[in-house]
């Protein structure tokens, strides 16, 4: 089991939904392997992947029809949840 420091997790959720392009823009998060959220978007030309890695994503992977990858590490469930609260 891996721990993610809960305000960190937080912190990094909410800068990840912003470049995601806002709650409005996501229509489905799962978690994804074990060290990636998948995230689905309304519009990808919404999605700026260098704020995603700024805010700590190790990388992101876009492809087809508005599914983006974002590799960040173990702990993906953590990452999720705070992803779920802040969309």
């Known amino acids: 089991v891996v721990v993610v420091d ?5 912190q990094r959720a909410a800068a990840w939904v912003a470049a995601l392009g806002g709650k409005g823009n996501i229509k ?10 998948r995230v ?3 519009d990808a030309a919404k ?8 805010a700590g994503a190790e990388a992101v992977m876009a492809l087809s029809d508005g599914v983006f990858h974002l ?7 953590a990452y999720l949840r ?6």
Do not use: F, H, Q
């Open 28 to 37: 489905e998060m799962s978690a994804c392997a074990v060290t990636r959220v």
């Open 40 to 42: 689905k978007v309304a």
């Open 6 to 10: 809960p305000k960190l997790a937080d």
């Open 47 to 54: 999605v700026d992947s260098s704020k995603l890695e700024a």
């Open 71 to 77: 590799i960040v590490g173990p702990g993906n469930e």
């Open 82 to 87: 705070a992803m779920k609260r802040v969309a």
